[in-house]
């Protein structure tokens, strides 16, 4: 690392800890310097991520949906249907119905996805108002297939990238944990109002196809993010467990389960003990839980696994807002 960012590195280091001002250490150094570096490509990899998401949404929304008055379920939904019985823009019905759902992610998940799932449907707006993109098709199977395909796939890309650019599951997490139900159930509910609402002001053949398209989005959307589910369990075996337990619990605020377990390999392998740690957390945490275990442990072994629901605990008793 060249000397200037590694003086800057250090500098910011005292200046959170004055306690070890006159004491810090090569490895805390060393440390810190690791944590940029995950902390960088993270970024990097999201940035590129969330970008391709919001081009290939622009080209699902541009190429194929808009011009053929085609909806999807959720935000996005409403925002096309809306833009299709009136005159006021896409880009500009995706920030302002994306607004109160932004806000309610602060709230509910964090500063850092609020930011992110900002500058992402901010993005978004803007490709759809200033990049052009042909009309692929009139036909509308064709239509409903492809532009649910490419809608799916990128917000399914924003996803992987640490954000969202369809606000529906922020208030899906948020209304299952203040009454006590799962996120697919209340996904269905707002989809089921969105296209019964399609039906009346578009036509029953519209709404339809329209269902086509939100079949084709969500199937992509869970390809994309390697089919994880409403909840992730997640497995971590590492030295510095105490470490990553506290992290959960303080950065993530999520409980943890610490149970004892032998690792080894072979028949006569090793067979010390070892503190294994369990979690469950929502799939749209699961980027910032990678990367703060790799901050601390990037040598620690974690198995993810889906989960369908899960009753009680931190995941829906914890106050809302915290």
Do not use: W
């Given at each position: 690392m060249k000397p200037f960012f590694r003086r800057l590195l250090i500098t910011n280091a005292l200046k959170q800890n004055q306690s070890?001002?006159?004491?810090?250490?090569?490895q805390e150094i060393e440390r810190v310097e690791r944590n940029f570096k995950i902390t960088s490509k993270r970024y990097i990899k999201d940035f590129v991520l969330i970008t391709a998401g919001i081009f290939s949404a622009s080209f699902g929304f541009k190429g194929f949906l808009l011009t053929n008055h085609?909806?999807?379920?959720?935000?996005?939904?409403?925002?096309?249907?809306?833009?299709?019985?009136?005159?006021?823009?896409?880009?500009?019905?995706?920030?302002?119905?994306?607004?109160p759902f932004v806000l309610l992610a602060y709230?509910?998940?964090?500063?850092?996805?609020?930011?992110?799932?900002?500058?992402a449907i901010a993005g978004l707006a803007s490709c759809l108002a200033f990049v052009e993109f042909p009309n692929i098709t009139n036909d509308n199977l064709l239509v409903a297939v492809f532009g649910g395909f490419f809608l799916g796939a990128g917000i399914g890309l924003a996803v992987r990238g640490g954000a969202v650019i369809d606000g529906t599951e922020v208030l899906a997490i948020f209304l299952s944990?203040?009454?006590?139900?799962?996120?697919?159930d209340i996904i269905i509910v707002i989809n089921v109002i969105i296209f019964s609402a399609a039906a009346y002001l578009?036509?029953?053949?519209?709404?339809?196809?329209?269902?086509?398209?939100?079949?084709a989005a969500s199937k992509t959307l869970d390809f994309i993010v390697e089919g994880i589910e409403e909840y992730t369990g997640v497995t971590i075996i590492s030295e510095r467990a105490e470490e990553i337990r506290q992290m959960i619990i303080n950065e993530m605020e999520r409980g943890v389960t610490v149970y004892t377990g032998k690792k080894g390999y072979g028949k006569r392998g090793e067979t010390n003990e070892i503190e294994i740690i369990?979690?469950?957390?929502?799939?749209?945490?699961?980027?910032?839980?990678?990367m703060e275990i790799e901050k601390i442990d990037n040598r620690a072994f974690v198995v993810?696994?889906?989960?369908?629901?899960?009753?009680?605990?931190?995941?829906k008793k914890r106050p809302l807002n915290h």
């Amino acid at each position: 690392m060249k000397p200037f960012f590694r003086r800057l590195l250090i500098t910011n280091a005292l200046k959170q800890n004055q306690s070890k001002l006159h004491r810090i250490t090569k490895q805390e150094i060393e440390r810190v310097e690791r944590n940029f570096k995950i902390t960088s490509k993270r970024y990097i990899k999201d940035f590129v991520l969330i970008t391709a998401g919001i081009f290939s949404a622009s080209f699902g929304f541009k190429g194929f949906l808009l011009t053929n008055h085609f909806i999807d379920g959720g935000a996005t939904g409403i925002s096309l249907l809306i833009s299709a019985l009136t005159n006021v823009s896409l880009s500009t019905l995706i920030i302002c119905i994306n607004v109160p759902f932004v806000l309610l992610a602060y709230h509910v998940i964090g500063r850092s996805f609020a930011i992110k799932t900002t500058l992402a449907i901010a993005g978004l707006a803007s490709c759809l108002a200033f990049v052009e993109f042909p009309n692929i098709t009139n036909d509308n199977l064709l239509v409903a297939v492809f532009g649910g395909f490419f809608l799916g796939a990128g917000i399914g890309l924003a996803v992987r990238g640490g954000a969202v650019i369809d606000g529906t599951e922020v208030l899906a997490i948020f209304l299952s944990r203040k009454l006590g139900t799962s996120i697919g159930d209340i996904i269905i509910v707002i989809n089921v109002i969105i296209f019964s609402a399609a039906a009346y002001l578009l036509g029953v053949e519209i709404s339809m196809y329209s269902m086509i398209t939100y079949l084709a989005a969500s199937k992509t959307l869970d390809f994309i993010v390697e089919g994880i589910e409403e909840y992730t369990g997640v497995t971590i075996i590492s030295e510095r467990a105490e470490e990553i337990r506290q992290m959960i619990i303080n950065e993530m605020e999520r409980g943890v389960t610490v149970y004892t377990g032998k690792k080894g390999y072979g028949k006569r392998g090793e067979t010390n003990e070892i503190e294994i740690i369990y979690t469950v957390v929502t799939r749209l945490e699961l980027n910032k839980l990678n990367m703060e275990i790799e901050k601390i442990d990037n040598r620690a072994f974690v198995v993810m696994n889906s989960v369908k629901d899960t009753i009680g605990g931190m995941i829906k008793k914890r106050p809302l807002n915290h």
